[in-house]
């Protein structure tokens, strides 16, 4: 059985950077929309925290290994 802070772990090990990567495009792409004028480093690291408390990450962690 995994434990939940290995869940946490994996989710920031194989995301985290994709997640930061994605706004980093975005940001340039839509800044006449003022869409995401106040995108800094700790808004992204809240949005990752957010998915990471609200993603189910034992089906998400078993998917991957499966």
Same mark, same amino acid.
């Given at each position: 059985m995994i434990?939940?802070?290995s869940q946490k $772990?994996?989710?920031l090990s194989?995301?985290?950077y994709d997640i930061i990567? *994605?706004?980093?495009? &975005?940001?340039?792409?839509?800044e006449n929309y $003022?869409?995401?004028n106040k995108c800094d480093k700790n808004s992204t690291s809240d *949005?990752?925290?957010f &998915?990471?408390?609200?993603?189910?990450l034992q $089906?998400?962690?078993s998917r991957k290994l499966n």
């Open positions: 434990t939940s802070e $772990d994996f989710f194989y995301y985290s990567q *994605f706004f980093n495009e &975005l940001k340039p792409k839509y $003022d869409l995401l *949005f990752i925290d &998915l990471l408390e609200n993603v189910d $089906d998400m962690y």
